[in-house]
Nanobody
Framework: QVRLVESGGGSVQPGGSLTLSCAYS?????MGWFRQAPGKEREGVAT??????????KYADSVKDRFTISIDNAKKILYLQMNSLKPEDTAMYYC?????????????????WGQGTQVTVSS
C-alpha cells in the first residue's frame, strides 16, 4: 500500500514559480505528477523512476524545460519544481505512484493517487 500526500500548491502570477511536494510511503517504482484543469481530462505532466542511483524522467511537451521532477528517496518526498508558470498551467495537481509505466504517462496495474493540490496562475 502506498500513501501520497501533496503540498505546495497556491496562487502565483504568470512567470512565477512554485514547488510541489508529495510525501509518500512504501516503495513505488514509478512516480509522477498529473494535472486536471476544469472541464478537461487528467493529463500526465512528468514521471520519474529511480534505478541504481540514476533517475529516469519524462515530461509532457507543454512543460518541458519549465518543470523539473525530482525525488528524495531518503526523505520519501517527490517534488515538482515549476518555473515560468503560465495561466494554462492552472489545474489541480496530483501525485501518482505505481509499479509499472506503459506508453505515454499510463500507469499500469495498481496505482495510487494523492488528494491533489491546487495551482492557480493568474495576474
Amino acid at each position: 500500500q502506498v500513501r501520497l500526500v501533496e503540498s505546495g500548491g497556491g496562487s502565483v502570477q504568470p512567470g512565477g514559480s512554485l514547488t510541489l511536494s508529495c510525501a509518500y510511503s512504501g516503495t513505488p517504482y514509478y512516480m509522477g505528477w498529473f494535472r486536471q484543469a476544469p472541464g478537461k481530462e487528467r493529463e500526465g505532466v512528468a514521471t520519474i523512476k529511480s534505478d541504481g542511483g540514476t533517475d529516469y524522467t519524462k515530461y509532457a511537451d507543454s512543460v518541458k524545460d519549465r518543470f523539473t521532477i525530482s525525488i528524495d528517496n531518503a526523505k520519501k518526498i517527490l517534488y515538482l519544481q515549476m518555473n515560468s508558470l503560465k495561466p494554462e498551467d492552472t489545474a489541480m495537481y496530483y501525485c501518482v505512484a505505481g509499479q509499472a509505466l506503459g506508453a505515454g504517462f499510463k500507469f499500469l496495474g495498481d496505482k495510487y493517487w494523492g488528494q491533489g493540490t491546487q495551482v492557480t496562475v493568474s495576474s
